[in-house]
């Protein structure tokens, strides 16, 4: 069945470094991807999607590429900050419309 | 636009007890899905809806639980008897069948 993977955490970095967060996904015809964040005690928001082969999805500086070659959608931030600490969340979308969830990477920035 | 809306936020029960929890979608969202969040398996979708018809419930863990959306602005999440295993975070979610699902702050569910 359709699936998601990503890198396990937790990823501790410090302020200002480079960001990436590997997702592959498994799945039949064209789904589409998301990536939801997570913030203590809160429900999950959405990061960003892309839904179709080669978009890029963006958003608050966070960025990942739709590559149905390699099937993967990893997530990436130039300059992270102590703020976007949080547990990161890649999910397919399939044509069934079920919203399947990674299972969770927790990131901690450290001043 | 207050988003999805779900109650209690925290439940404290105890085992054997029933259990329901509930849920407000966002007004135009067709779907509906029921989430659980537990530290060992992470996110795992239980049930969603599509026009209020259930479309997939074979994440529902066991009989004890069921769920129901009456109409399109309510759902119900029921878990009878809890039992302690049973405690999590269960989170409430809608969409349109294209966009991206919006999620509620969850319940906190603590079975003794």
Redesign the interface.
Known sequence: GDSVTQMEGPVTLSEEAFLTINCTYTATGYPSL?W?VQYPG?????LL?ATKADDKGSNKGFEATYRKETTSFHLEKGSVQVSDSAVY?CAL?NQ?????????TELSVKP | DAG?IQSPRHEVTEMGQEVTLRCKPISGHN?L?WYRQTMMR??E?LI?F?NNVP??DSGMPEDRFSAKMPNASFSTLKIQPSEPRDSAVY?C?SST?TS???????TRLTVT
């Open positions: 998301f939801y809160e429900g999950l928001q959405l999607k969340f979308r069934g419309g079920k919203l399947i969830f990674g299972q969770g | 999805v779907s899905f992470g996110l979708l969603y599509n479309i997939d989170f979610a069948w991206p699902l919006h999620f509620g702050n969850g």
